[in-house]
Nanobody, 127 residues
Framework: QLQLVESGGGLVQPGGSLRLSCAAS????????IGWFRQAPGKEREGVSC?????????NYADSAKGRFTMSRDNAKNTVYLQMNSTKPEDTAVYYC???????????????????WGQGTQVTVSS
């Protein structure tokens, strides 16, 4: 059974850092494009970052994440990470990781392209 499990969310002060993890089971992550999405109350789900399939996937970042967030993948641990630095109150949301095998060599921020989703982890940026 394919499963994604996020962890690492919590409360962080503005300007602080947090690292989210997304552990996969039942499939090999580097065969899939992986995306990090977030959804704040009353807002639509939006893409934050993504990494393409392949041993050395390429990453993309939404403008809101560029220069502050870093996505990485540890193939040995079958886990992807989202390092969040210089956090802002507007980063507050539930963060989801998602996977798809339908994208080859690229990744996108369209949620509809992803077939497998984790349960989400809450990130709250507040003083």
């Amino acid at each position: 059974q394919l499963q994604l499990v996020e962890s690492g969310g919590g409360l962080v002060q503005p300007g602080g850092s947090l690292r989210l993890s997304c552990a996969a089971s039942g499939f090999t992550l580097d065969y899939y494009a992986i995306g990090w999405f977030r959804q704040a109350p009353g807002k639509e789900r939006e893409g934050v970052s993504c990494i393409s399939s392949g041993r050395r996937g390429s990453t993309n970042y939404a403008d809101s994440a560029k220069g502050r967030f870093t996505m990485s993948r540890d193939n040995a641990k079958n886990t992807v990470y989202l390092q969040m630095n210089s956090t802002k109150p507007e980063d507050t949301a539930v963060y989801y990781c998602a996977a798809t095998r339908r994208l080859i060599g690229l990744c996108v921020f369209s949620a509809g392209e992803y077939d497998y989703w984790g349960q989400g982890t809450q990130v709250t940026v507040s003083s």
